[in-house]
């Protein structure tokens, strides 16, 4: 997929945002083990202060995991958890 656009002619600054999502799944085989987690994958000061559950949400793609990842659970009254899977 490629992105482009027209060039720029306004007096006006132009500001762009690409957002990219990769899901856990996109990623089957390689050093995933060692790059996953947040801690590895993220600096200090990205995760620093962050919740079990943010930090859950953080982990880049991984497929072969085995159960070793955390994945959040939402309950009933719609309150959000970590939960590991076997």
Do not use: C
Not at 6 to 33: C, M, V
Not at 40 to 46: G, I, K, L, Q, V
């Amino acid at each position: 997929m490629a992105h482009g656009t027209f060039p720029w002619q306004n007096d006006h600054e132009r500001r762009s945002i690409l957002f990219k999502y990769a899901g856990r799944t996109s990623a089957r085989s390689g050093p995933a083990s060692e790059l996953a987690p947040p801690e590895t994958y993220w600096d200090d000061a990205t995760i620093d202060g962050m919740t079990e559950e943010e930090r859950a949400v953080m982990w880049s793609p991984y497929s072969n995991h085995r159960g070793g990842l955390p994945f959040l659970d939402i309950d009933e009254e719609g309150s959000v958890r970590v939960e590991q899977q076997e």
